[in-house]
C-alpha cells in the first residue's frame, strides 16, 4: 500500500480513496475531481435512502419530510461537495441499518450477510463503522425487556453473524495498521484524542456555532418545507400547519444567534 498517504491509518481506512483511485482509473478524472466525484454521489444517493427509510417505517409522508430536511441541509450540501470521507460513511451506514431492519422484519440471513458487507464496507470508510451493528443490537433489547427469548435469539444470531463478515472484511486493513509504526495501538491512542470528555461541551457548542455559520436560508427553511409538505401529502394544509412550520423556523434562527453570539 506504498501509494497511501504516509499517516492515512491515523485519518482513516482506506474505502473511500480505493473508490476514488477507481473513479481516475476508470474515468480518466484527476484525483480532486475523482474525490469530488465520489462524495457527491454518496451524498445524492443518500437522500433517496432517507426518503426509503422515513416511507418503510412511518409512511409516504415522513419519508419525503425526511429527505428535504437532508436535501436542503448546507452541511450535508457541503460535505457532498468536499472530497471527504463523511457522506460516503454516511451512506453506507445507513444502508447497513437499512439491511439490518430488513433481516428482521423477513428474518432473513441473506439480509443478515448483506448487513454484515454494508458494515464492513462502512467499517473500512471511517473507524466507526461498526457502530451500525450496535445500533441493530440495541434494537433487539425490547425482545428481553418483552421475555421473548425466541426472537432475541434469532435476531441475536442474524446481527452476530453480520458482526462476522463485518469483522472479515475489516481485518486485512487491521494486519496494515499493525504493521505501521506504533501498530494499532499507536492508532488507538491518537483516535482516543478525539473523545475527551473534559472538552465535549465545548465541541458541542463549536460544531453548533459552524453549523449555524455555514447554514443558508435552504437549510433554515428546511424544516417548514418538510412540515408543508407532510400536510399537502396529508391535505391538511392549514393555517395551524403554517403557524408550526414558521414557529420552528424562528425558532432555529433565534437560537442559531443565541449560539453564535
Not at 462524495?39 to 445524492?44: D, E, H, I, L, N
Not at 436560508?217 to 417548514?224: D, E, H, K, Q, V
Not at 414557529?247 to 433565534?254: A, F, I, K, P, Y
Request: proline share 3%.
Amino acid at each position: 500500500a506504498d501509494w497511501l498517504y504516509p499517516l492515512q491509518h491515523l485519518l482513516s481506512p482506506p474505502l473511500f480513496f480505493t473508490l476514488s483511485g477507481l473513479v481516475m482509473s476508470m474515468l480518466g478524472a484527476p484525483a480532486d475531481l475523482a474525490l469530488f466525484m465520489v462524495s457527491s454521489v454518496a451524498g445524492t444517493l443518500t437522500v433517496g435512502v432517507i426518503y426509503s427509510i422515513g416511507r418503510n417505517n412511518y409512511g409516504r409522508e415522513a419519508g419525503v419530510a425526511a429527505a428535504l430536511l437532508v436535501a436542503l441541509a448546507d452541511y450535508h450540501i457541503g460535505f457532498s461537495r468536499a472530497g471527504l470521507t463523511d457522506v460516503t460513511f454516511c451512506f453506507l451506514f445507513l444502508l447497513a441499518l437499512v439491511a439490518y431492519i430488513r433481516a428482521e422484519r423477513v428474518e432473513s440471513f441473506f439480509w443478515a450477510i448483506i448487513a454484515g458487507i454494508l458494515t464492513g464496507l462502512a467499517w473500512n470508510t471511517k473507524y466507526h463503522g461498526w457502530l451500525a451493528g450496535v445500533v441493530a443490537g440495541a434494537a433487539l433489547l425490547p425482545y428481553l425487556l418483552q421475555h421473548d427469548w425466541q426472537r432475541f435469539r434469532a435476531g441475536f444470531t442474524r446481527v452476530f453473524s453480520a458482526a462476522v463478515v463485518a469483522t472479515a472484511m475489516y481485518v486485512p486493513w487491521f494486519f496494515y495498521i499493525e504493521a505501521q509504526e506504533g501498530g494499532y495501538a499507536y492508532m488507538a491512542e491518537y483516535q482516543s484524542g478525539f473523545l475527551d470528555p473534559s472538552n465535549a461541551l465545548q465541541h458541542i457548542i463549536s460544531h453548533a456555532r459552524a453549523q449555524y455559520y455555514l447554514d443558508s436560508w435552504s437549510g433554515m427553511l428546511a424544516p417548514l418545507l418538510g412540515i408543508i409538505a407532510v400536510a399537502v401529502l396529508y391535505r391538511r394544509l392549514n393555517a395551524t400547519v403554517l403557524m408550526l412550520g414558521v414557529t420552528l423556523l424562528l425558532g432555529g434562527v433565534l437560537l442559531g444567534e443565541s449560539i453564535v453570539v
